[in-house]
């Protein structure tokens, strides 16, 4: 069963037991936490943990007539997977890459001023713009698959839906309180170091567990000029 706001705001109270911190205060906490488990969860490993699958959404933008980029969609948070023009083709990534690879994308612009018009056939993202060769004459619609941001949790009876119901507690409760007894000053170095170390390991255990759950897709396998090449995942 999902936990409400309310609910996971009572656990870390329980465990907290000091009145500074206040309903608004952990509230924040809370969608931080939200925030950076769907924005990819660096693991000790040193992987990043995958979209969360219920935050995948298709958007739109409209391409620039005068600009080689425009602002990606407003609810962006990671993995453009594909990009389609009005007609519903799809644009490509650079040759040998995939969208995140912008290096390959300057480089094998026909000009690398991006000043190329005509319709747009390829396409790169660099932070939160979509780039594009060539730039069309008229407005045009491109649609975008990609993994938006949570919907930030306000209300008592708001659930973190984005992830898994037997995982939203563990989850967010002991990020929330790795992060708050990382940081603040307890009783001694020793207690202090105790607390931040049982978080945050139950977190990243529970992280295993959400990595499991949505499993992890195969990196995307590319053949260049000089043969194979494997350049992995890019978010």
Do not use: W
């Amino acid at each position: 069963m999902s936990v409400t706001l309310s609910e996971l705001l009572t656990e870390i109270k329980e465990v907290l037991q000091d009145t500074s911190y206040t309903d608004t205060k952990l509230t924040s906490k809370i969608n931080a936490a939200l925030n950076a488990i769907a924005g990819g969860t660096r693991m000790p490993n040193g992987l990043i943990a995958p979209p969360l699958p219920d935050l995948f959404t298709i958007g739109t933008v409209t391409a620039s007539t005068s600009l080689p980029y425009v602002s990606l969609p407003s609810d962006y948070c990671r993995k453009v997977t594909v990009v389609a023009d009005s007609s519903g083709n799809l644009i490509s990534g650079p040759t040998g890459g995939d969208y995140y690879a912008f290096e390959l994308f300057i480089k094998q612009a026909s000009d690398l001023r991006l000043a190329e018009s005509g319709s747009i056939y390829r396409a790169a993202v660099k932070g939160t713009k979509l780039y594009y060769q060539g730039i069309p004459t008229s407005e045009d619609t491109i649609y975008l698959h990609y993994f938006k941001t949570p919907t930030t949790l306000a209300s008592d009876t708001d659930i973190p839906s984005c992830l898994p119901a037997h995982l939203q507690s563990s989850l967010l409760v002991h990020y929330v309180l790795g992060e708050i007894f990382g940081a603040a000053i307890e009783d001694g170095q020793d207690n202090r170091g105790r607390g931040s170390e049982y978080h945050n390991n139950e977190f990243y255990k529970a992280m295993t567990d959400l990595i499991d759950y949505v499993g992890i897709d195969a990196s995307p396998q590319y053949y260049g000029d000089d043969g194979f090449r494997d350049y992995g995942v890019c978010d």
